[in-house]
């Protein structure tokens, strides 16, 4: 199979056409030729030329509207454009390059020069075509990786004796840096949650890293506190420099009892249903990741059968709608508080909330938030 580049050269002039078809057909190229601009044009939907080379003045379709032509076809906008102008007045050639055109060369000029303009642009096209394939490729691979971090996530829902949940994963991009895990280990419950600073791959990779080491590592009669100092320090080993997550741990005890630690991730809600009143709570703590021997504090709460736990990553309350506003936390208490026993009915009206509230591109980012009920 022959690799000779396809060049498509359009002329109404016969003896012009010709001579340039010869010339370059004996410097290795395939040639086929058009004698009009709608001739051209049907010619490059049929073959899909590597390069086109256009004569500007001609009858019906100059070669000014065939260059318009070529860029609006998705088909053929990657092909460059040669155009053979009359002269090298500006008016020339800023009228072909507007249109489209990639290149000129005054017609008439020595041959050699059209070679060298002709090989050019299709040096261009074959890098851009490189580009093309890679991009392509790494779309495919970063839609696998997504997939992979999605299985990563647990079910959107989750029930046991002592708690029902309900969770919400909404990247933003192809990868995202939040996350949130809950899992049985040995009879005990844990939920976890974390925001990985960055997006894409780095990010993605981080997440997977965490869930492993908090599977692995989680231990019903230690401290959280001293888990989460060394899940920093193993952070900090695997990260990079500009790499640190904020994130929340929490341990459902067998008296009910729920022990937490936090690091320098937002505050948590929980719903208290005899009070029929939302509690934030919030403590200042460190980086994960960000230095290594960093310290961290564990924290309990009594909570009752019918409260409701509602954690969440920072895209939830860094969203803003057309007007500025910042999606407000306070919105979540307020429906906590209105919420019935059905852990499903309060999950759908939180999910409906913030999908409902007007976001922009400009500001949007991942979010990721799970409501736990215990029962």
Do not use: C, W
Request: no cysteine; charged share 25%.
């Amino acid at each position: 199979m022959s690799t000779s580049p396809r060049i498509l050269i359009i002329d109404d002039n016969a003896t012009d056409l010709a001579v340039t078809q010869r010339f370059l057909e004996r410097r290795g190229f395939l040639v086929t030729p058009a004698g009009s601009g709608e001739e051209g044009l049907q010619i490059a939907q049929q073959i899909t030329p590597d390069a086109i080379v256009v004569d500007y003045r001609m009858p019906v379709m100059d070669g000014f509207e065939v260059a318009r032509r070529v860029k609006a076809d998705p088909a053929l906008s990657t092909i460059p454009v040669l155009m053979l102008t009359g002269s090298d007045s500006s008016e020339h050639i800023v009228e072909g390059l507007g249109a489209g055109a990639d290149d000129y060369v005054t017609k008439g000029a020595d041959k050699e020069v059209l070679l060298a303009r002709l090989r050019a642009l299709l040096r261009m096209k074959a890098y851009q075509d490189q580009l093309r394939r890679m991009n392509q490729q790494m779309t495919r691979d970063l839609q696998i990786a997504r997939r992979v971090q999605e299985a990563l996530v647990p079910s959107g829902s989750f029930h046991s004796p002592r708690i029902e949940i309900r969770s919400a994963y909404m990247p933003s991009a192809t990868l995202s840096g939040d996350f949130y895990d809950y899992f049985l280990q040995n009879g005990t419950m844990y939920l976890f949650v974390a925001d990985v600073s960055g997006h894409g791959l780095p990010a993605a990779i981080l997440v997977s890293l965490l869930k492993s080491y908090i599977h692995t590592e989680a231990d019903p009669n230690g401290s959280l506190a001293d888990f989460m100092s060394r899940l920093n320090d193993f952070l900090f080993s695997v990260s990079l420099p500009t790499q640190f997550a904020t994130a929340q741990l929490f341990r459902i005890n067998p008296d009910r009892s729920v022990s937490y630690s936090n690091a320098a991730h937002p505050g948590f809600l929980l719903y208290k249903r005899d009070k029929r009143k939302t509690l934030t709570f919030e403590q200042p703590s460190n980086l994960l990741g960000a230095m290594p021997n960093m310290t961290f504090e564990e924290h309990t709460l009594e909570v009752s059968p019918g409260d409701t736990l509602f954690v969440y990553t920072d895209g939830l309350t860094d969203q803003r709608n057309a007007n500025g506003d910042f999606y407000s936390i306070d919105r979540i208490a307020a429906l906590l508080e209105r919420s019935t026993d059905d852990v499903g009915a309060t999950y759908d009206a939180i999910h409906r909330d913030v999908l409902e509230f007007a976001t922009t591109e400009e500001f949007r980012d991942d979010i990721a938030f799970v409501v736990s009920r215990f029962t």
